[in-house]
């Protein structure tokens, strides 16, 4: 979505209007997810803070200004700051720290970690399987967090074409992964 069209919902949330704040949402919220979900590493924590930063924008939406920054930037700096302050109250006290006996180490064991490698070495040999377009387009959607729609926007496809490239790509992975 334009910026241009983002900074008129912003305007027009910021007047109270629900209706721009749906769209919005629908134009926004998988982008704003995978900023949560790659800060937080945890679905439920990242579902938690889209929810929160869905609340800022509704009571922050008068505050954005498009000649201090691109709707986008604001948007994305209220999911990242959101998913940051999860995090800050997520970490204990020092005091409960000392009150801890037992901290068990949770780093992978050396089997786990040659297990890991291995996988990731096996995921990308069976990426070099692919049409590199579908490989790149498997890596955006699932690493970079892009849409449906913006993979079809960037490739020139129509969007069913671009969601049949992904589950057929995916159907491919994971033969391969099961070689």
């Not at 803070?49 to 609340?55: D, G, K």
Request: charged share 30%; aromatic share 6%; with cysteine.
């Amino acid at each position: 979505m334009p910026n241009e069209d983002l900074a008129r919902l912003i305007s027009n949330i910021a007047l109270s209007d629900r209706k721009a704040f749906v769209v919005l949402y629908n134009q926004t919220s998988s982008k704003l997810f995978s900023i949560c979900l790659r800060i937080l590493k945890n679905r439920t924590d990242a579902d938690e803070a889209l929810q929160e930063v869905y609340v800022k924008i509704w009571q922050r939406s008068h505050l954005f200004s498009a000649i201090s920054g691109t709707p986008e930037s604001w948007l994305a700096t209220i999911a990242r700051n959101q998913s940051i302050d999860m995090i800050r109250t997520r970490k204990p006290i020092a005091s409960e720290l000392d009150e801890v006996f037992d901290l068990s180490d949770q780093a992978p064991n050396p089997e786990q970690a040659t297990l890991q490698r291995d996988t990731g070495r096996t995921i990308d040999l069976c990426l070099d399987e692919l049409e590199e377009t579908r490989a790149e387009a498997v890596k955006r959607a699932y690493l970079d967090g892009m849409t449906y729609q913006e993979l079809a926007d960037r490739y020139a496809v129509p969007l069913n074409t671009m969601r049949t490239w992904l589950r057929r790509s995916l159907i491919k992975l994971k033969e391969c992964m099961e070689r």
